[in-house]
């Protein structure tokens, strides 16, 4: 089956790196994301990684995946009040049309 | 390009009633998608447009709820005979594939916030 989970609240300072963790247990997983959700505005994705890499790093953003754990996590470098925000880490099963299975959402706050 | 829009943003209805929400997708885009998001929780997939043809429907969408894409662009949800448990933001997204990409991504709109009485 398919079940995404996340812990619900991190809270960093400006300026520290923060960690968002994930764990999936569909092992058939293709793609697996992570998007950001701001109050009152639509989802945004922020980047997504293919299963059979270890890492992706794009500006700011490193995400990890642990095939073996089923474990995802999005490290965000120099944390901004701009990136508070709820992070859902998501999966593609469907080897891709993207019937995407969300996790429940990280809030993310970040103090000044 | 303007986004993928939702119309309307805000609904408050009656148990009962029937509602019909509205997705415009980015234009050119061939992959509409409905999701429902209840408070707190992440998006649940509904169901998936590829053009017209409606490829996959989840087994959260009862026999009250309909969708339709009827020309390939703009898409309709209607639900009826609404129950309190219903009240949701229903999220639309669409997407194209282009040529080489490996995955698409998929553009969300802002959401029809569905609350009923």
């Known amino acids: 089956g398919e079940d995404v989970e996340q812990s619900l609240f991190l809270s960093v300072r400006e300026g520290d790196s923060s960690v968002i963790n994930c764990t999936y247990t569909?092992?058939?997983?293709?793609?697996l994301y992570w998007y950001k959700q701001e109050p009152g505005a639509g989802l945004q994705l922020l980047t997504y990684?293919?299963?059979?890499?270890d890492m992706k790093q794009d500006q700011r953003l490193t995400v990890l995946l642990n095939k073996k754990d089923k474990h995802l996590s999005l490290r965000i470098a120099d944390t901004q009040t701009g990136d508070s925000a709820i992070y859902f880490c998501?999966?593609?099963?469907?080897?891709?049309?993207?019937?995407?299975?969300f996790g429940t959402g990280t809030k993310l706050q970040v103090i000044p | 390009d303007t986004g993928v829009s939702q119309d309307p943003r805000h609904k408050i209805t009656k148990r009962g009633q029937n509602v019909t929400f509205r997705c415009d997708p980015i234009?050119?885009?061939?992959?509409l998608y409905w999701y429902r998001q209840t408070l707190g929780q992440g998006p649940e997939f509904l169901t998936y447009?590829?053009?017209?043809?409606?490829?996959?429907k989840s087994r959260l969408l009862s026999d009250r709820f309909s969708a339709e894409r009827p020309k390939g662009s703009f898409s309709t949800l209607e639900i009826q005979r609404t129950e309190q448990g219903d009240s949701a933001m229903y999220l639309c997204?669409?997407?194209?594939?282009?040529?080489?990409?490996?995955?698409?991504?998929?553009?969300f709109g802002p959401g029809t916030r569905l609350t009923v009485l």
């Open positions: 997204a669409s997407s194209a594939l282009s040529g080489g990409a490996v995955t698409d991504t998929q553009y």
């Open positions: 990684i293919f299963s059979n890499m």
């Open positions: 234009s050119e885009h061939n992959r």
């Open positions: 447009f590829q053009n017209e043809a409606q490829l996959e």
């Open positions: 998501a999966e593609d099963v469907s080897g891709g049309y993207q019937k995407v299975t």
């Open positions: 569909d092992s058939s997983s293709t793609y």
